[in-house]
């Protein structure tokens, strides 16, 4: 949604016409009306300006009037206010006058006595669908004039024709469509209209088209009407009731002579003209400072948005020379000069104050600013590159953004691969006293990833037990600290630490979550007597974990066999990630299997395949120390003996083969092992 118009000068002089109109109303705002004609057709020519308002409308606009630069009050009608310190105004013109003042902010207004009769554009009102039938007409104004009670929004639109709201996110809302149709001659007119659920044209208060009831949207113009229209003025009116998906409605025509059905085109509807906002100015007051805004672009990572405003400021009146512009967003950040950009990353209201300090003193303006997707262009608009907002994220105060706020800049800046600037948010967030559930759950994994791929995953499990402790639920509070369990046993190399870990979570919240954490801490633990080379005490616990829901139904065998297939296969075909998978899927449904052998058999694979002979090493070693009498252990010590042979560890590589040798001289690789010594001789 466009909140304030094209761009104004960073300055502005003496507004036209001389005099306050009204010293009750203390505010006002010029607006200049662009490029129009008057339309000369019955009823008056109309304007819609949208503007910010320091917080001085309140809700429903009653102090706002519209007067002309002379002095004279024009009907007018608001819109709508809201969301944030922003209102939406309807006015009538004056011949082809071009400037005009809004005024605004008397405490105790007397009721308007021009309100406006628009004749004009195409008006779109909406409110939340409050529930009722909508099997023909009579139902649906009923749910229009009688039970609709929150309203979302108004706007003027180019023609009726709408595939989502365009005022935010909500699919279940009741609208009326009032449009200002020019019939270009007299004769018979047919018309359509298509929607999603009920829909109903008239024209000039008379039904042209019922399509009523519960119904997918219609593809087609099936649901027609004619009726005999003179050429001119028509009203033309379209209600719609949403009650499930996107709203979807479309009016169609076909003139006389006109040989098809089309979509009425803007151009057949009286234009409403734009006006733009100027300087706000109080009563009595010389100068001051002001400033307009914009949604200037958005961009998207999986299940969010961030976006982007820019902001202008205006001086009122003389500041005179060397001004200071100081912006403050609301959300910690600040910025410098008469026009700036900044990123939100969270929707909502933001109060955004610009300070101007010069020699003739300090000037400010705040206004709180609605940060929202802009609905009314959401399948229009292009996004601008994640990267650029990232790197613009990366140059904020960390220290003085919000927990959820933090959340969001983890996100975005992971996306792509900033693992720094990861880590600084990171260590910003568990420096706070408080945090949020939902933040903590989202930010702290990435944050323990990035530290991990830094080589700090001693300061990952620590990160991540201390923010278990500041968590208010108990799931969140048992999965940071499984995840601190993982990484202090599988990167950190900390076994007692680990078994710490896995056994809070057993005893502290066994009682406490309802779902899988208390058995993955269960395999935590039988994970920590297999790294331990403790056989007796991984079975153990390994029972105790159970098999896993995915496969209690089925046969074991016939499982276990589809797990290792699938990674036989993805490894074989390169596909490493979903090789990856099914042994994910294989040991958190079966995490016995993992002392077996024929697991760690195709993990060492898939990491010698990946070229990490590390893990390959360590994955192979630890299933031997656990369980010697693995038939697989021979196969084991050869895939072993591979991996350090690439990490250039011929001392580790030559006693793997003595090993192989000496502990299992049974194995057809015993033989084989012999040769490659003698080779070494």
């Known amino acids: 949604m466009l909140l304030c118009g094209a761009a104004v000068a960073a300055s502005a002089g003496p507004a036209p016409g001389q005099g306050w109109w009204n010293l009750e109303w203390p505010y006002r705002r010029q607006v200049t009306v662009g490029d129009f004609k008057p339309t000369k057709l019955p009823g008056e020519d109309i304007a819609v300006v949208t503007m910010p308002t320091g917080g001085l409308v309140r809700p429903g606009g009653a102090s706002v009037r519209v007067v002309t630069a002379r002095g004279i009050e024009r009907p007018c009608r608001v819109l709508m206010t809201g969301p944030g310190d922003v209102v939406r105004i309807a006015f009538a013109l004056r011949g082809d006058a071009r400037d005009y003042f809004v005024y605004f902010g008397h405490p105790k207004p007397p009721a308007r006595t021009k309100d406006l009769d628009i004749r004009r554009g195409v008006l779109l009102e909406t409110w939340a669908y409050p529930g009722g039938g909508v099997a023909d007409l009579k139902q649906v104004r009923t749910v229009l004039f009688g039970k609709a009670k929150q309203f979302i929004g108004a706007t003027f639109l180019s023609r009726v024709f709408l595939g989502h709201n365009p005022f935010g996110p909500q699919d279940r809302v009741a609208s009326i469509f009032t449009g200002a149709l020019v019939c270009p001659a007299a004769g018979e007119y047919t018309f359509s209209c298509s929607s999603r659920n009920a829909s109903f044209l008239l024209v000039d208060d008379q039904v042209v088209v019922d399509n009523s009831g519960w119904h997918s949207p219609q593809r087609d113009i099936r649901k027609r009407g004619k009726i005999r229209l003179d050429a001119g003025l028509h009203r033309l009116t379209v209600y719609h009731v949403s009650g499930k998906g996107h709203p979807i409605v479309v009016a169609a025509w076909q003139p006389p002579g006109e040989s098809r059905v089309r979509v009425i085109p803007s151009s057949a509807f009286a234009r409403v003209a ?377 001392d580790k590589a030559e006693e793997t083969l003595r090993r192989i040798v000496s502990e299992y001289p049974e194995s057809p690789l015993a033989e084989w092992a012999s040769g490659e010594l003698k080779k070494e001789r």
């Open 274 to 650: 734009t006006a733009e906002p100027g300087p706000m100015r109080k009563v009595n007051t010389a100068g001051g400072a002001d400033f307009l805004y914009d949604h200037a672009g958005e961009t998207w990572v999986p299940d969010r948005y961030y976006q982007r405003y820019a902001f202008r400021g205006l001086s009122v009146g003389n500041l005179g020379r060397n001004v200071e512009w100081r912006w403050d967003f609301g959300d910690g950040q600040t910025a410098s000069g008469p026009q700036v950009e900044h990123v939100f990353l969270l929707d909502g209201p933001h109060q955004v104050t610009l300070t101007a300090r010069s020699g003739l003193g300090e000037f400010t303006r705040t206004n709180s600013v609605w940060v929202t997707r802009p609905w009314d262009q959401a399948t229009q608009r292009r996004l601008d590159r994640v990267r650029d907002y990232a790197r613009i994220v990366a140059k904020y105060d960390f220290d003085t953004l919000s927990a959820d706020a933090l959340r969001e800049a983890g996100a975005l800046t992971q996306r792509v691969g900033r693992d720094e600037t990861v880590i600084d948010i990171g260590r910003a967030f568990v420096a706070r006293t408080e945090v949020t559930d939902r933040s903590a759950g989202e930010l702290m994994p990435i944050f323990a990833e990035a530290l991990v791929r830094a080589d700090k995953a001693g300061e990952a499990v620590a990160a991540l037990e201390s923010t278990a402790g500041k968590v208010q639920a108990p799931e969140t509070a048992a999965e940071l600290l499984l995840r601190a369990g993982r990484i202090a046993l599988d990167d950190a190399g900390e076994a007692d630490r680990a078994a710490r870990l896995f056994q809070a979570v057993t005893t502290d919240y066994g009682h406490k979550v309802v779902g899988g954490a208390i058995r993955q801490a269960r395999i935590g633990l039988g994970d920590v007597h297999r790294a331990r080379g403790d056989y007796t005490g991984a079975e153990e616990a390994y029972a105790t974990a159970g098999v896993g829901k995915s496969v209690r139904n089925q046969r074991a065998p016939v499982a276990r066999g589809d797990f290792a297939r699938r990674a036989e296969d993805f490894t074989r075909r390169k596909e490493l990630d979903a090789a990856a998978e099914a042994l994910a899927e294989w040991a958190e449904a079966f995490p016995a299997d993992k002392l077996d052998g024929y697991w760690s058999l195709l993990a060492v694979r898939l990491a010698l395949a990946r070229q990490d002979s590390a893990a390959a090493v360590r994955e192979a070693e630890m299933l031997v120390r656990v369980h010697p009498a693995s038939n697989y252990a021979a196969e084991l010590l050869q895939l072993a003996w591979r991996a350090y042979g690439r990490l250039r560890r011929k």
